[in-house]
């Protein structure tokens, strides 16, 4: 089977990729488990893709207990190379209105039961991750968000709570008052893990309304929030098809060697299981 170097993670509302051609669906198993459902695999525009549903197809997975590291362990196994993530996420900033897209630069972790890291189990590795997304791909996505008549936001600080339940107004104004401009809850530990991975990941965040600090007259129905994602998903599959093509072209960034130098354990101190099961990830760098 050929590489698959492009994958597309989707969020909210975003279940599948539209135009695919020459599709099949792989189901797989990793050290980690199995990831949140069977991959879609197809040509787009004569580039393979894979897509992964976050949260499973029927929406069954809530974020903490998305296999974040089974996602991306599967994805890497295809050969992927670069990743499109998809997020549903609640407003911060009055500028960033409902239906807006906001392709962000920063994140703040507020999660608290997540395994965040595929390192452990006697492998030790810090790699850097001072600018959390790559900055290639995410002028690439910006471009397109506009090219697809999307109202983006350049950059952005996304902190990522743990859920399943919303903010508190107390919560809600404290995260405004760091400075962040939206709020989710599944931007983390995908992003870290990519990262592990040296995998190129950037994201397409949709604002679906503001978060509670908001005083309006009148509560935002549910009807209009669904009506707002609808409209997101249709431009998302925009900016994924006029995307994908461009991202062989994109200029070099630092996320496919993120682990030189991370890795401190010696490789003969490595328990022999541990190393067995990252060898996808390590192995170039200890073999």
Known sequence: MPEIKIGVIGGTGLYDVEGLAEV??????????????????????????????????????????????????ALKSLGVESIIAINSVRSLREEIKQGDLVIPDQLIDRTKSRVNSFFGGGIVAHIQFAEPFCPSLRKLLYDTAREAGADAHAEGTYVVMEGP??????????????????IGMTALPEARLAREAEICYAIVACATDYD??????????????????RQQEELCKRIIKLAVPLISGLPSCGCPDALQGAIITAPYAMPPDTKTDLDLIIGKYIN
């Not at 339940?165 to 939206?182: C, M, P, Q, V, Y």
């Not at 600090?213 to 707002?228: C, D």
């Open 212 to 229: 509670v600090w908001h005083e309006t007259e009148e509560e935002v129905g549910v009807g209009v929030v669904l009506e707002t994602m």
């Open 24 to 73: 099949e669906e792989i189901v797989l198993d990793t050290p980690f488990g199995n990831p949140s459902d069977s991959i879609i695999t197809g040509s787009l525009d004569g580039v393979l893709v894979a897509f992964l549903p976050r949260h499973g197809r029927g929406h069954s997975i809530i974020p903490g207990e998305v296999p974040s590291r089974a996602n991306i362990y």
């Open 165 to 182: 339940a919303f903010s508190t107004k107390a919560e809600s104004n404290l995260h405004r008052s760091w400075g962040a401009d939206i």
